[in-house]
């Protein structure tokens, strides 16, 4: 890993994993481009995003690792002093903005996924979308269910940069992985990072709709389209 000068080796912090150039160094990948759909933002190379087909299961594997930083620095996804989140297309501000001058992550992975062929999906990435498991996470708040999935405020990451990136309140609730893989009924997602071993129970959203109804009382995953 190493940040946005790819001579100075990275601490493993979002500073020091802020750049893809050792992902195109060491690792091969083929581009699919039949949907036409090319995974490259400012001349350079979404990385790790594989849609592995078997006979009764679709792999897909996606790189949980890109941070603000990666946007800013290594894609330079900035308009004026905005910065355009990779993943989803929208602005890292207080208004936000959608920005459609490139393929988001997200159109990526749903074109990708849109016709499974009655296979089942298995999702897997380095950092879950769901990685609630710190010391100081579990330490300091007793109303743990109601903590934010994906928390950069505190010391340690809560969640994943892949689910969320971003401080901002209107970044907070978009989810959009958690909410594509159940959409797409996935039923497993593999994930490292926490040096300890867990399983959840199944996890459903907990959706609140523009009519106020939480999806507690409406059957069924939120619609998902191919822009968030």
């Not at 930083?69 to 207080?94: A, F, P």
């Not at 999935?149 to 209107?170: F, K, M």
Request: charged share 20%; aromatic share 12%.
């Amino acid at each position: 890993m190493c940040g946005n000068d790819f001579t100075i080796l990275g601490t493993g912090d979002d500073n020091g994993k802020s750049n893809s150039y050792y992902f195109h160094v060491f690792y091969c990948y083929e581009v699919e481009t039949e949907s036409g759909m090319i995974p490259i933002i400012n001349n350079k190379y979404v990385p790790s995003l594989y849609r592995i087909n078997f006979k009764n299961y679709e792999l897909l594997a996606v790189n949980s690792e890109i941070t603000i930083n990666t946007c800013k620095g290594w894609y330079n996804q900035v308009s004026g002093d905005t910065i355009i989140n990779v993943y989803t297309g929208w602005s890292l501000s207080e208004e936000p903005q959608y920005f459609s001058n490139f393929t988001s992550i997200y159109t990526m992975i749903y074109n990708m996924t849109n016709d499974l062929e009655g296979k089942e999906l298995i999702a897997i990435c380095h950092e879950m979308p769901f990685t609630v498991i710190t010391n100081e996470n579990l330490q300091n708040d007793n109303n743990i269910i109601s903590r934010w999935r994906s928390q950069s405020g505190a010391s340690s990451l809560v969640g994943s940069h892949l689910n969320q990136i971003g401080v901002s309140d209107n970044e907070k609730g978009t989810h959009w992985f958690s909410r594509l893989l159940e959409f797409r009924k996935c039923k497993l997602c593999i994930g490292g990072h926490k040096h300890t071993y867990a399983v959840t129970y199944p996890l459903m959203e907990n959706y609140l709709y523009n009519n106020g109804e939480s999806s507690s009382k409406i059957d069924g995953p939120m619609t998902m389209e191919d822009t968030l």
